[in-house]
């Protein structure tokens, strides 16, 4: 069983705060989704990122990677790029089952989650060029 999703350290990142609310409110989903789609190594790349999100103090680019891996996972993108000569490996899921509606449910979620941090990196970066500006002035 999964452990509840608690944070170890404090952060004011505005990203990693949004990634950790969507964990502490998705994780177990998103780790039985994975689980359904990769099997074992599914569920421990979500847990390997629960992890690190857990101890972080903000989001940096290997978790990001992770986040985006965990999406294309989810939305099967690996399986037309790598997989493709043979998919014995990967289970094959029923579309009309509802596991299949909550793993694209999870995976919209997710991207959603993946244009937010986008935005705030926009955010942030605007703000420090507008304060360069000031300082030129």
């Excluded at 404090?10 to 989903?29: C, I, N, T, W, Y």
């Excluded at 680019?61 to 989810?74: D, E, K, S």
């Excluded at 899921?93 to 299949?100: N, R, Y």
């Amino acid at each position: 069983m999964l452990r509840p999703f608690i944070p170890t350290t404090l952060s004011a990142d505005p990203q990693l705060a949004a990634v950790r609310a969507h964990f502490k409110e998705h994780g177990a989903a998103l780790q039985n989704a994975a689980t359904l789609v990769n099997g074992d190594a599914g569920a421990a790349s979500v847990l390997r990122l629960m992890s690190e999100l857990r101890a972080a103090s903000h989001l940096n680019r290997p978790m990001r990677r992770r986040l985006v891996a965990l999406h294309r996972l989810l939305s099967l993108d690996t399986v037309v790029e790598e997989f493709e000569p043979d998919l014995s490996s990967w289970v094959l899921l029923d579309p009309a089952s509802p596991e299949v509606e909550q793993i694209c449910l999870l995976t919209d979620g997710l991207f959603d989650l993946l244009t937010l941090i986008n935005e705030l990196d926009n955010q942030r970066d605007s703000g420090s060029v507008t304060l360069t500006a000031q300082n030129v002035a």
